[in-house]
């Protein structure tokens, strides 16, 4: 679904680092998320957004934090980026005003922390 | 919190079965289960959803059941397909009420021809 996008799609990074990961989209949806994806773990949410002014955290939000610039734009960041944040990270949107939880995925970004 | 816990983790059939997966959740007042796939290197996208006010639900070869009293879904897909081959994931949320979708570990299906 080219409407939502995520920069960079990899990375590899240092331990100790700091990373933003970034999320657009031209859907004109409210609600944003951050997800995180590992092997025999599943989809595991980090943080949510459902307008600019409202930030959620998810199932494992230490050592990530998230801005929500515009209702277009959501960032991840690792402060200071460790091993075990090796992970596929998936940025996601859904519509508010459609009243639907559905959620659209973004390509996802690979990142590695050596 | 929402707890949702899928079943089996791997599923290989042959082409023409038909695969099942079952779904669990913790929360009664969740009210919205969607499956998602996820074909190799692809995002995951939405292929079928459920609301609690309905029992079942088809999209031609795939179809979903919902049990509110034992908390529990399932996915059906008949005439399974190489193609159907993907890991599949169910949610469940409290729609509308300011919650997100909370995602199962996920299915890894082969289907071999």
């Known amino acids: 679904d080219a409407d939502v996008t995520q920069t960079p799609r990899n990375r590899i990074t240092k331990t100790g680092k700091r990373i933003m990961l970034e999320c657009s989209q031209t859907?004109?949806?409210?609600?944003m998320y951050w997800y995180r994806q590992d092997p025999g773990l599943g989809l595991r949410l980090i943080y949510y957004?459902?307008?600019?002014?409202?930030?959620n955290k998810g199932e494992i939000s230490d050592g990530y934090s998230v801005s929500r610039q515009a209702q277009a734009k959501f960032s991840l960041s690792l402060e200071s980026a460790i091993p075990n944040q090796t992970a596929l990270y998936f940025c996601?949107?859904?519509?508010?005003?459609?009243?639907?939880?559905?959620?659209?995925f973004g390509p996802g970004t690979r990142l590695t922390v050596l | 919190g929402e707890n949702v816990e899928q079943h089996p983790s791997t599923l290989s059939v042959q082409e023409g079965d038909s695969a099942v997966i079952k779904c669990t959740y913790s929360?009664?007042?969740?009210?919205?289960f969607p499956w998602y796939k996820q074909e190799l290197g692809k995002r995951p996208q939405l292929i079928i959803d459920?609301?609690?006010?309905?029992g079942e639900k088809k999209d031609q070869r795939i179809a979903v059941t919902l049990n509110k009293t034992a908390k529990h879904f399932s996915l059906h897909i008949t005439e399974t397909q190489p193609e159907d081959s993907a890991v599949y994931f169910c949610?469940?949320?409290?729609?509308?009420?300011?919650?997100?979708?909370?995602f199962g570990k996920g299915t890894t299906l082969s289907v071999s021809s």
């Open positions: 996601a949107t859904s519509d508010l005003q459609g009243d639907t939880d559905t959620q659209y």
């Open positions: 859907k004109g949806h409210d609600r």
């Open positions: 957004s459902f307008d600019v002014k409202d930030i």
């Open positions: 929360d009664s007042a969740s009210n919205y």
């Open positions: 459920i609301r609690s006010n309905v």
């Open positions: 949610a469940a949320s409290k729609e509308q009420a300011g919650t997100a979708l909370i």
